[in-house]
């Protein structure tokens, strides 16, 4: 399994490169932002690691031309900086996790675990979901309510697909945190909040019915009621 990793500290390149090849993981390095992007265009990763703040082009200017591109490629970012604000701003560029530094290699591995096995798991399933007048295309990653295409970021469109596939069941935080992001769910921020709040604007506002609904206290329920 062949991942690329972007990082401009020498140190902890050789760090994360050996835990990840005595892990069985091949790893190509980039020191800099615009030399991970030619390699990330030019190559078929899994998972692409990328640190921040770097020379070149940062891992937020990275994430966003990838995207932007149509590379939907899982993205881990790595950085110090560790505020809900900035965590947000990550996965509004396209990130699929996010780590902060320090971190233990051990929470790293497992961060890139669930992470290529559900890009691998994503690319071989080919299908359509429908709800309503809802359609996402899984392998496409293209979302149509009533025929009108929908901009989401990867975040965005992984918490509709979960949403989808658990239609008319209330999803708590702590389960959408668990099982669609493959974290432990903080109770002090805010961050499923905003992004189903994100999610709402962009798949309710303009239509008449609604489909993603609050139950206070409980989560959040996908239906027509």
Known sequence: ???????????????????????????????????????????????????????GLNGLELCRELRQAGNQTPILMLTALGTTDDKVVGFDAGADDYLVKPF??????????????????????????????????????????????????????????????????????AEIAEQVWEIDFDTGTNIIEVYVNYLRKKIDRDFATKLIHTQFGMGYVLKTE
């Open 104 to 173: 233990e290699f051990k929470e790293f591995l497992a961060r890139v675990r669930a992470l290529t096995k559900r890009g691998g798991l994503v690319s071989q399933t080919a299908q359509t979901l429908r709800f309503a007048d809802l359609e996402v295309n899984i392998d496409a990653k293209t979302v149509f309510r009533d025929e009108k295409k929908i901009e989401l970021t990867a975040r965005e469109f992984n918490l509709l697909v979960y949403l989808i596939r658990n239609q008319g069941r209330v999803i708590s935080k």
């Open 1 to 55: 399994m062949n991942l690329l990793l972007i990082e401009d500290e020498p140190k902890t390149v050789q760090s994360l490169r050996q835990g990840l090849e005595e892990n069985g993981y091949s790893v190509d390095i980039a020191y800099d932002g615009l030399l991970g992007k030619q390699l990330a265009v030019r190559n078929n990763y899994q998972l692409i690691i990328s640190d921040i703040i770097m020379p």
